[in-house]
């Protein structure tokens, strides 16, 4: 038989992984079990999903860019940077 308890740090390398491929029923197992105990994994597993959710969805979302500002806003921009870089000096 298998170990099947696994540690936190155990744990998120295996959410991590389990996000790339399936793991054996052992695996799955334990991190199911573990999860039903910490709080902080869960937190992490979330964060993860989280995390995959955003980037699955970055080819869909309009860019940011800055040529999507006004002509003005874009001089007053500078302006402020300019400005800021001289009082640094």
């Known amino acids: 038989m298998r170990h099947w308890i696994f ?4 744990i998120s390398r295996l959410l991590s992984e389990s996000m790339d491929r399936r793991l054996p ?7 199911r079990f573990h999860l039903m105990m910490c709080v902080l994994c869960r937190r ?3 964060q993860l999903l989280f995390i995959r959710s955003l980037l699955r969805q970055e080819g869909k979302a309009p860019e940011f860019s800055c040529h999507s ?10 302006d402020n940077l300019k400005k800021q870089q001289g009082e640094k000096k």
Not at 7 to 10: A, D, G, L, Y
Not at 25 to 31: D, S, T, V
Not at 69 to 78: C, F, N, Q, T, V
């Open 7 to 10: 540690s936190c740090k155990q």
């Open 69 to 78: 500002l006004s002509e003005d806003a874009r001089k007053r921009i500078l």
């Open 44 to 46: 992490y597993r979330k």
């Open 25 to 31: 029923l052992y695996k799955r197992m334990g991190i």
